[in-house]
């Protein structure tokens, strides 16, 4: 769940804000915080609590902070971020330009939007001035830049500016052409009123139902759907006329197929997987088409349903494997054997995140099943299967416990180990999948926008069959008294 900070400047409307919190009783909202902006020192520290929190986070923002008879000092730190943000939105035809007053004594200013259009060369101005400025100003401030971390920024205001909305979008564009694209900046209806239980109700709904338009849910693991979002993203970013060379071989002349840009590939793996730099830039064409490569229809087609899975013929570093195995469990992993070995299905993305599933159940049930001061062991075979081997915490109750589970559920196949049309959340089923090479429970969303979002929303539909597995098992499995054995 995404944390929940409200900043303002009246501390009764802290009070009115958990008092709505308590009668919704919804766990969406259990992380609230209330930043209050009503001194320069509390902006100030609101403005390094922001900077450092790049979690996921809504942040019901309002305008006006300063009493202009006392606040001198606020003024000024207001004045800097506005010049700051700015410099750090302007570029190419859009201007945004901070003017403060030029008498001495004010505390007052004008935030300019110039935009000026290609075709026509008409100049537009936007603008927003006084105290609606003081809330504007910790935009520039707000963390998870870096790591693209959904924020949802709700303007709270009883009558906010005409020119407000275009210049949040500008600043929002600005942002997501630096790479923060899971960045929103909206207004709520005017006239909600956060000292009014109601209003402050009204907001807090009006907040979880636009953050789950904008931020649907993929996967109920964060991991996965991290995952799942981050290879959706890659094929939105790509032209649409080139979207057909996404996750294939390719062939001379084209711009994004796995042979013509490697580059755009290792960063697909380091955003899906959450390598580093060094590993994913390590990673060569083979390992990238180990991952990531599909066929293609005759027509040019994505065809990434079961006909796009084969037996993982194409090498790939055991390096590189054990190096993504250690990312997604969180344990050490001990590598033997060969330098590459192949993976039990091709592509081998649904096959890692699988795994990344079965990692995130054995640490959700019993207290942590793993055992994290024993390494993961891996094999890569010269001949034979190759291995993964599981450790299991070394206590008594744990002693051949996910064996009997599976023996038990493979009585009452496939009722128990296998349940449709989702996973139930139990460790036996997450295995299975792994079997399998599939993730179950995954939710799309369909966009019924213009022809070319639906286009679109086709295309990723079409992609996340292939996490619908091969239709077969890729995988075996065998137990020991504390392990877990998956071999191919």
């Given at each position: 769940m995404p944390k929940i900070y409200q900043v303002d400047d009246a501390l009764g409307r802290e009070l009115t804000m958990?008092?709505?919190?308590e009668e919704l009783n919804d766990g969406f909202f259990g992380d609230y915080s209330f930043l209050c902006c009503k001194s320069e020192k509390e902006y100030t520290l609101a403005t390094l609590k922001l900077q450092k929190d790049s979690s996921e986070k809504i942040i019901l923002l309002d305008l006006?902070?300063?009493d202009l008879t006392l606040h001198e000092k606020m003024w000024d730190t207001v004045t800097k971020n506005l010049t700051s943000l700015g410099k750090d939105i302007s570029s190419g035809h859009v201007t945004l330009t901070f003017l403060p007053d030029d008498r001495k004594s004010s505390q007052t200013a004008c935030l300019h939007l110039s935009s000026s259009n290609v075709d026509n060369g008409c100049v537009e101005v936007r603008t927003v001035s006084d105290s609606r400025l003081d809330g504007i100003s910790l935009l520039g401030s707000i963390g998870g830049k870096l790591a693209n971390s959904r924020t949802l920024v709700i303007i709270v205001s009883?009558?906010?500016?005409?020119?407000?909305?275009p210049i949040l979008l500008a600043i929002q564009t600005s942002f997501a052409e630096k790479g923060w694209t899971n960045l929103r900046l909206e207004k709520d209806v005017d006239g909600l009123d956060p000292q009014r239980l109601d209003d402050a109700k009204a907001l807090l709904s009006n907040a979880k139902t636009r953050w789950k338009i904008l931020f649907p849910r993929l996967h109920p693991e964060p991991l996965t759907e991290s995952l799942l979002g981050s290879?959706?993203?890659a094929y939105e970013g790509i032209p649409e006329a080139s979207r057909k060379e996404f996750?294939?071989?390719?062939?001379?002349?084209e711009l994004f197929t796995i042979q013509a840009n490697p580059g755009f590939y290792q960063s697909l793996l380091q955003d899906a997987l959450g390598l580093d730099v060094e590993t994913c830039k390590a990673a060569v064409d083979q390992d990238l088409k180990a991952v990531f490569q599909m066929e293609s229809h005759a027509s040019g087609f994505l065809d990434s349903g079961s006909h796009a899975m084969g037996n993982g013929g194409k090498p790939i570093s055991s390096v590189l494997v054990m190096s993504i195995i250690q990312k997604l469990s969180g344990n050490k992993v001990e590598y033997s054997g060969a330098d590459q070995m192949c993976l039990p299905?091709?592509?081998?993305?649904?096959f890692f995140a699988a795994l990344m599933v079965l990692f995130a159940r054995m640490q959700g049930q019993d207290h942590g099943m793993m055992n994290r001061t024993t390494s993961?062991?891996?094999?890569g075979a010269t001949s034979g299967p190759n291995r993964i081997s599981i450790p299991l915490r070394r206590r008594e109750e744990f002693k051949w416990k996910i064996a009997k589970r599976w023996n038990a559920k493979i009585e009452d196949f496939p009722a128990q180990i296998a349940p449709e049309p989702s996973n139930k959340g139990g460790v036996c089923p997450a295995?299975?999948?792994?079997?399998?090479?599939?993730?179950?429970?995954?939710?799309f969303k369909e966009d019924s926008g213009n022809q070319e979002k639906r286009q679109l929303t086709e295309g990723k539909k079409q992609l996340l069959k292939v996490f619908d597995g091969p239709g077969r098992v890729v995988a075996g499995i065998s137990f020991g008294p504390y392990c877990i054995n998956i071999h191919w």
């Open positions: 958990k008092n709505a919190i006006g902070f300063r009883q009558l906010s500016p005409r020119d407000l909305t290879w959706l993203e996750c294939i071989h390719g062939q001379g002349g299905c091709q592509p081998g993305l649904p993961i062991s891996l094999h295995l299975w999948d792994v079997l399998n090479a599939r993730v179950r429970g995954i939710k």
